[in-house]
């Protein structure tokens, strides 16, 4: 394909795109977007110390 024909059919995607169509493949900002600042195993460790340090902590004032 020519360079023309690149533009012309990019330009249809985009117009296509702009009247509501979905992307096929959505783009690098909507991906960066929606992603989550914090890993998922991160944020498993952050719970794991938070809820054990609960429930240590009612165990510490019902037992002792």
């Given amino acids: ?7 012309r059919k990019n330009a249809q995607f985009a117009n296509a795109v702009r009247s509501g169509k979905k992307a096929v493949k959505p783009s690098h900002q909507e991906m960066l977007a929606k992603r989550s600042p914090i890993n998922l195993w991160a944020l498993g460790v952050i719970l794991f110390v938070v809820i ?4 240590f902590e009612l165990a510490r004032l019902l037992f002792l």
């Fill in 1 to 7: 394909p020519t360079e023309f024909d690149l533009r």
């Fill in 52 to 55: 054990g340090g609960v429930l």
